[in-house]
C-alpha cells in the first residue's frame, strides 16, 4: 500500500476522504511504456476512511487502488506441489528422483521433480521416508505417474488419494481482457497498472 505521511494519519478526513490520488508507476524498464504517454503512467487511489472497527485504527487512510476487476482475466495453476510417501524398504532419493524423471517422459505429469528425505536434504540420503516436490503438476497425467510410484517402490499408501500432500504453491496469472476497443497501448497500460497493485512497491507523496 502506498505510504501515507504521518501528518495524516489521525488528522481530520475533511476535504481528503473521497480523494483520488495518482501515484506513478514504478517502471524499472521504460521501455515497458512504450507508446504511451507519460500522464497516463498512474495507479490511482481512491482515499477512504480505514474500514477497520477497532479504536486505534480511528482516523487512519485506506486506499483503493482505481481497477475495475471485470476488465482481466484471471487463471491459476500449480507451481510445485509437496508429496511424502513411505516404502518398506530402503532406497536413495537419488535414484527415485532419476526414476520419476524418465516416467515423466512418457507421462507428462510434471516439468522436473526434487526428492529428498524428510529434512529436505537430498545429499546420500537413504531411507523409507521421502519428500517428493513436484514442478508445473498436470493434473491430468499425475495421478497416473503416482500410480506407477506406488507399484513401483510398494509404497505404504497403495494409491495416489491416499498421498499426503505436505505443501503447494498455486500461481495466479492476471490478464488484461482482449477486447475491439481496447488498442495495444491501453491494454499495456492496464496490464502494467495491475501489477503495480499486486506488487505494492509504490513511492507516493500526498502534498
Known sequence: MPHIPGSLVG??????????HAVPLQLYDRGRGHGIEEEHLFLGYRILPDPGVQPRLCGRLF????????EYEFSARFDWIDIAVTTPGEHQALNVQRWLAAE???????????????????KRYQGRAFCIRLHDPDPRHLPKILLHLCRKYTCVTRSPDEIRVH?????VDVYPKRRADYDPAAR????????????????SRLD
Open 104 to 122: 515423466s517422459k512418457t507421462i507428462p505429469g510434471f516439468s522436473t521433480c526434487y526428492v529428498s528425505g524428510p529434512d529436505r536434504k537430498r
Open 63 to 70: 486506499l483503493e487502488p482505481d481497477l475495475r476487476l471485470d
Open 11 to 20: 488528522a481530520s478526513l475533511d476535504g481528503v476522504t473521497g480523494a483520488f
Open 167 to 171: 505443501a503447494l504453491e498455486i500461481a
Open 188 to 203: 499495456t497500460l492496464r496490464r502494467l497498472r495491475m501489477v503495480e497493485a499486486g506488487q505494492s512497491q509504490l513511492a
